[in-house]
């Protein structure tokens, strides 16, 4: 497994649906949701979920950290 870790500095580009992030405590979050539903992170260390927010800007404002990381995994099977 290989993993980069890409520091953007725009909290825009990384809370994206689909995009892996990690935190300032090295939690790993999936981004999920679209438009009719809302979107919220999934935390994948305990299986929690966030509170849905309506657009994924107000999901940055609201668990954006300077700190966060997007996370880039490549998984070679063989």
């Known amino acids: 497994m290989k993993i980069n870790f890409d520091r953007r500095h725009d909290l825009k580009d990384l809370y ?10 090295n939690t790993l979050y999936l981004i999920v949701g679209n438009v ?6 999934v935390n994948l260390t ?6 849905k927010t309506n657009t994924l800007e ?14 880039n995994a490549e ?3 063989f």
Do not use: C, K, P
Request: no cysteine.
């Open 16 to 25: 994206q649906v689909g995009n892996v992030i990690r935190d300032y405590t």
């Open 36 to 41: 009719e539903d809302g979107y919220a992170m």
């Open 46 to 51: 305990n299986n929690s979920v966030t509170e």
């Open 58 to 71: 107000e999901l940055a404002n609201l668990y954006g950290e300077d700190e966060d990381v997007l996370v």
């Open 75 to 77: 998984i070679n099977v």
